[in-house]
């Protein structure tokens, strides 16, 4: 979760008057959650760690299945010995439901009256705005259930492999969700990254040390419009005297320098770093 730290000085006039420090440790290897983070599962394959998975799903605050997703969290469960037991049932199940099959609905809505479950406030929210995507709306039904006050992270899981226009919706969903969340961080986890948004100021990213040794991947790619960014603690660091934008230069394929990444944006970048060694 990012904290305020005030800065005496900002490089080149930064807007923001003080930076976010940001700790993704705890998003990455799920130990020392706090309990204001809100699970969003999207209709994707879960090719997370299942104990990774399952601490994340139970510890958190609210647990929404997004239309297709309530078909893998079944799958999931289905698939685990006893998985009905270890996992919690979904508070929320949301979306138009062109995806989540009949199935998948009838399972999640039993579990309401399932002996030893006392999830009786379970909710399925119908939404069937199609200018808006699952994701973007399931951030919508958070907040018109009252969780924007509770939460301080949402961590959406979805694969960030497939088809290609899927994970843009997804990215874009990152910059729509500051006008529908405005004090909750979202960000999206796949078996093999983590990523968000960072909005124009200066950030501080602890980065867990196996990442730093490993020297594992990390990128900072300006998506809609350009954006100059300085840099501390990568290998490839950023001066700044060039913009990031697409037909000019991205910086994907760094690495670290350090265990603690600064970075000055005058516009909004997308951060991803990678979470296990396979990906180098």
């Known amino acids: 979760m990012p904290n305020d730290d005030t800065l005496d000085d900002i490089p080149n006039g930064a807007a923001a008057a003080k930076a976010q420090k940001w700790m993704p440790t705890s998003l990455i290897d799920g130990h020392g959650l706090d309990d204001g983070l809100g699970i969003v599962l ?26 297709g997703g309530t078909n893998r969290w079944v799958d999931f469960v289905k698939g685990n010995i006893n998985g009905e037991h270890l996992l919690k049932p979904p508070d929320l199940v949301t979306g138009d439901f062109d995806s989540c099959n009949q199935e998948a609905m ?9 002996k030893g479950f ?29 969780y924007d006050k509770q939460l301080t ?8 492999s497939g088809r290609l226009d ?14 529908i969340l405005p004090d909750v961080d979202v960000f999206l986890r796949s078996s093999n990254s983590l990523s968000w948004l960072l909005r124009p100021g200066e950030h501080s990213i602890d980065i867990p040390q196996r990442l730093a040794t490993e020297r594992i991947w990390c990128s900072l790619v300006p998506i809609g419009q350009g954006c100059r960014c300085t840099t501390e603690g990568l290998k490839w660091n950023l001066d700044g005297s060039r913009s990031l934008q697409f037909g000019s230069i991205v910086s994907t394929s760094n ?26």
């Open 106 to 114: 009838e399972y999640v809505e039993q579990l309401k009256c399932t």
């Open 153 to 160: 992270r949402v961590l959406a899981l979805c694969e960030s």
């Open 42 to 67: 999207l209709n994707r394959p879960i090719l997370l760690d299942k104990q990774y998975f399952s601490t994340l799903w139970n510890g958190a605050k609210v647990r929404v299945a997004v239309d």
């Open 255 to 280: 690495t670290y320098a350090s265990n603690r990444v600064r970075i000055t944006t005058d516009g909004p970048v997308l951060w991803s770093m990678g979470t296990t060694p396979k990906d180098m």
């Open 118 to 146: 006392l999830y009786l406030t379970q909710q399925i929210v119908h939404t069937p705005d199609q200018n808006a995507t699952d994701f973007t709306k399931s951030l919508k039904v958070l907040k018109s259930h009252g």
């Open 166 to 179: 899927q994970i843009m919706a997804n990215i874009n969903t990152l910059y729509l969700a500051k006008s």
